[in-house]
T-cell receptor, first 113, second 113 residues
């Protein structure tokens, strides 16, 4: 079964500090990996999308890495802000399947002043 | 562009009642999706459509029906609502099968009691 596991489940960080979120997957064959940010009560919004040939991709203070050999990804948040408080969801797409996606449960991040 | 819009935002149903969740997108996307998100769980695909007149089942289709008469609209029908259908429902769209981006609506929070 195609699975996406994220860790830690939740974390609290001080404003201005950095943090790293982890994602391990077993989806095969692999097409691409996405990180979404989901604010409370809202729909997910895409942060980054990486194919197997991409090792890193940045979107402002968000930097995602991908190791397709070990099937691991991370999302690094630099100089966190209060607005970064959200759930961060790792999503992996299979190569075949009409854009079918496997969703992780999310990393719940709370940034405190 | 409004993007993906969903109505209603909230709804409480009694067991056995029926309702339709509305989803509309104004981006002329061919692909549309319905997901449900249960607390602490990853999103699960209910149904998807690759174009007007074409729909297919996702991972958890039981208890739901869909139709796609236009490119813009993709309503989700719940017949004989059950407590297990209490969830947050998200509609999403993407331009094509090869597009990596899915755009999500704000969600509908449904409670069945």
């Amino acid at each position: 079964k195609n699975q996406v596991e994220q860790s830690p489940q939740s974390l609290i960080i001080l404003e201005g500090k950095n943090c790293t979120l982890q994602c391990n997957y077993t989806v095969s064959p692999f097409s691409n990996l996405r990180w979404y940010k989901q604010d409370t009560g809202r729909g997910p919004v895409s942060l980054t999308i990486m194919t197997f040939s991409e090792n890193t991709k940045s979107n402002g203070r968000y930097t995602a890495t991908l190791d397709a050999d070990t099937k691991q990804s991370s999302l690094h948040i630099t100089a966190s802000q209060l607005s970064d408080s959200a759930s961060y969801i790792c999503v992996v797409s299979q190569y075949y399947g009409n854009n079918r996606l496997a969703f992780g449960k999310g990393n719940q991040v709370v940034v405190i002043p | 562009n409004a993007g993906v819009t969903q109505t209603p935002k909230f709804r409480i149903l009694k067991i056995g009642q029926s309702m339709t969740l509305q989803c509309t997108q104004d981006m002329n996307h061919n692909y549309m999706y319905w997901y449900r998100q249960d607390p602490g769980m990853g999103l699960k695909l209910i149904y998807y459509s690759v174009g007007a007149g074409i729909t297919d089942k996702g991972e958890v289709p039981n208890g739901y029906n869909v139709s796609r008469s236009t490119t813009e609209d993709f309503p989700l029908r719940l017949e004989l609502a059950a407590p297990s259908q209490t969830s947050v429902y998200f509609c999403a769209s993407s331009p094509s099968r090869d597009s990596y981006e899915q755009y999500f609506g704000p969600g509908t929070r449904l409670t069945v009691t």
